[in-house]
């Protein structure tokens, strides 16, 4: 097992937002969190992350408890995050913010990304090279923000709502990008709305709902219980 989060219990100030959330991810697994806006996916995925501290529970990436350490020392082990706002340098231009997010974390033993890969995977970033980053559609600095984050070389990937806000063709093309990435045994929790997308990229999903998980089991069990996608998805 990669990731397994147990019964963490997250608050901003006094505001108490996730309650007992639990969730695992094995090696070579696409998981998918998914929830309606607010319901506490964006919390899970910078719990995990550790740029907001759960107050109790477990976190444990690889085997080791890392609630409460910091986001460069979580990264330095080997998981990279996509925020949800991209956050990318928009006085880069696109190869600038690819080298600039290159690492290689500890114990790492794969092919490390590079950016003639990064290329490969993304072809329309290529053309793009020494266009700033500011610049971009929003289509493009997700692919960008993604392929930055990949110049990390991580060993999981977290995305947050990867196609919040993007051009219906731009969500064919990450979901492609995506299965490719598992072909190359990435392994990946994405958190997501579009219940279309997510059940078109994930093998297992969990639904989050007012910060507490409702549903767990594999994409084709979720495809079929129409009492959780009514009660909790808006389908």
Not at 153 to 178: S, T
Not at 199 to 217: F, L, N, P, S
Request: aromatic share 8%; charged share 25%.
């Amino acid at each position: 097992m990669i990731l397994e989060v147990q019964e963490i219990n997250t608050f901003y100030g006094t505001s108490h937002i996730l309650f007992d959330v639990s969730l695992s991810v094995d090696g070579g697994e696409i998981v998918c969190l998914l929830g309606r806006n607010g319901a506490g996916k964006t919390t899970t995925m910078r719990s995990i992350m550790g740029l907001t501290s759960p107050q109790s529970g477990s976190v444990q990436f690889h085997g080791e408890e890392i609630r409460g350490r910091p986001p460069y020392y979580i990264a330095q082990k080997g998981m990279g995050y996509v925020p949800d706002n991209r956050l990318i340098f928009p006085d880069l231009t696109v190869r600038e913010n690819l080298e600039l997010a290159y690492k290689v974390p500890e114990n790492f033993d794969g092919e490390p990304w590079t950016v003639n890969r990064i290329y490969d995977l993304f072809p329309l970033l290529k053309g793009l090279d020494k266009n700033l980053g500011g610049y971009l559609s929003g289509g493009e600095q997700q692919m960008l923000t993604v392929g930055r984050t990949l110049m990390g070389n991580p060993d999981l990937l977290l995305l947050d709502e990867p196609v919040e806000g993007v051009a219906p063709l731009v969500v064919k093309d990450l979901r492609e990008q995506i299965l490719k990435l598992k072909e190359m045994g990435q392994t990946i929790l994405f958190s997501e709305q579009n219940v279309r997308f997510a059940t078109m990229t994930a093998e297992r999903a969990y639904v989050i709902d007012k910060g507490k998980i409702r549903y767990q089991g594999s994409i084709e069990e979720l495809s079929a219980n129409e009492e959780i996608k009514k009660e909790y998805l808006m389908i």
